[in-house]
């Protein structure tokens, strides 16, 4: 069995894969903003320091890690940049060497079907935040709403993951993202009670009939990590019940 960080475990996703992992028999690090292992605040360079200092005193290597901790489209402009992409990749870099030290060791990184069905005329600031320039892009988000600036740090996040795939490759650590649609937690209990974003929330398309349940992403990324996905490298798994491909149905990936 192996050892695992999970961040934003406190919570929905987090905790879900938490309790995922506990009961496959693996040893879970959580880290969180409250109520974790590693206590941080992944919106502050200095927190996502602390936190990969906190880990890398608990253990010398690591099997695999699940980057939940995100804030929604309803958060402060500069904590939805902080967290959604500057700390995911600070964690995810901090943590590459414990975790070329592991056996089979995988990552999946929550991003978020908000790439997809988020129109978006300028994508420049995912350009600026995947250029590590944090001062420029909180300017930049400073002039967007909070959906543009959510859906841009989800499609940051995930193009810094798929931009790892040889570096990571070559040490032999696989590296995903899954791209939840809705799913029942409190960050989209605030985004459905926001007077501007809870009617286009309830409104998206849901081809089953109902929104996730955090145990419908834990499940997934699960498999993931598992060695049974030992091709899947790279990819970004929508995990959304068919919300994507009613706003792109005839998109092939
Ligand atoms: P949630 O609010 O239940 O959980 C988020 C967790 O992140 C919480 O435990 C919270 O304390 C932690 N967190 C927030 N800010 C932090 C900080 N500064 N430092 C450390 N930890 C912090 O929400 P969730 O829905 O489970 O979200 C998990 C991930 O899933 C997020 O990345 C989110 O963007 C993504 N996601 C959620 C939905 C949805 O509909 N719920 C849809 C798409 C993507």
Redesign the pocket.
Known sequence: MGTFVV??????????VSRHLGEAGHTVVG??????DVT?????PA?REA?VHAVQAMTDRLDGAV??????PT?PLD?IV???HF??VAVLDGLEPLLAAGTDPAVVV?????TTVTPLEDTSLADTMLAGDEDAALAAAAALPGFAV?ALS?QAVTRAVRHRVTAWGDKGIRINVV??????????D??REDALLGAAADALPKPLGR??V?DD?AAVALFLVSRAAGYVHGAVVVV?GGTDCIARPDAVC
């Open positions: 961040t934003g475990s406190a919570s929905g996703i987090g905790a879900a880290v969180d903003i409250r109520d974790a941080a605040d992944l919106a502050s927190g936190a980057l939940c901790a995100g804030v929604g958060a904590v902080g967290v959604n700390g995911t929550i991003g978020s079907h908000a959510y989800k791209a939840p649609g809705p799913v029942a937690t409190p960050l989209l605030a985004t929104v996730g955090p992403i959304d």
